[in-house]
């Protein structure tokens, strides 16, 4: 790469990073559905034609700030799992579930834009599904690691759900038996629940101290998918 090109690479960059900070900004103020083009054009100074050089739609903007989203809460939980290596898997779980959570009280409206409403008219692409599975990964990691060294309590699935257990931990989750794949579903779940609970004032005058609420409540969840505290 000559030195003209990497220059223009960089501008190129920085470009887009100021287009994505400005719509990052739109959202939480305006929200998703109202995220538009022409307005982040116009607040970074820009004609709407030299803006779409870069996000050709709206549409494509929103699934940048969407992969941006996951890949900055998937990092937050695997950087929560590498600096807590040398723990039990049940307290890594909680460890994990914890960074999930002040992930999203720091990034209210990336959170928003990920696991709240669907945004009317958007189809988020396959471009987002691995980013999206980065947090499941993680704790599916810790499942497999437990279940490999010590072993997981199981409880049952019902006759009737035992195809579709055995086919989640087949493509989902191999190496799990059908039953860890189940409640780990469950779990995954219930803990974006809980986060969006909190988040969107669903918790408001029931629970007072969130910080040991949630801790408890991701203890709960690691004995669900089998894993026990030492």
């Not at 990920?114 to 990964?137: E, H, M, N």
Request: with cysteine; aromatic share 8%; net charge neutral.
């Amino acid at each position: 790469m000559t030195t003209t090109q990497g220059a223009r690479a960089r501008a190129r960059m920085e470009v887009t990073a100021a287009i994505k900070d400005e719509a990052r900004r739109q959202l939480a103020a305006e929200g998703a559905p109202k995220l538009s083009l022409r307005a982040v054009a116009r607040e970074l100074g820009m004609v709407s034609s030299a803006l779409y050089r870069y996000f050709p739609s709206r549409d494509d903007l929103l699934t940048a700030l969407i992969i941006d989203a996951y890949d900055s809460l998937g990092e937050a939980a695997e950087t929560a799992l590498a600096a807590d290596a040398g723990a039990a898997p049940a307290q890594r779980w909680v460890t994990v579930c914890e960074a999930v959570r002040r992930w999203a009280l720091a990034h209210p409206h990336e959170y928003a834009l990920i696991y709240g409403s669907p945004v009317p008219g958007y189809s988020a692409p396959d471009t987002t599904i691995q980013p999206a599975a980065r947090v499941a990964l993680v704790l599916i990691g810790i499942l497999r690691d437990a279940f490999e060294r010590r072993g997981l309590a199981r409880t049952p699935v019902s006759a009737e759900l035992a195809p579709e257990a055995r086919r989640m931990a087949d493509e989902l989750m191999p190496g799990l038996p059908p039953e860890v794949a189940v409640a780990m579903a469950a779990a995954w779940a219930q803990l974006f629940g809980l986060v969006g609970f909190e988040l969107f004032g669903q918790f408001k005058g029931v629970v007072e101290d969130r910080d040991r609420f949630f801790r408890h409540a991701a203890a709960q969840l690691a004995h669900g998918v089998g894993l026990v505290f030492p």
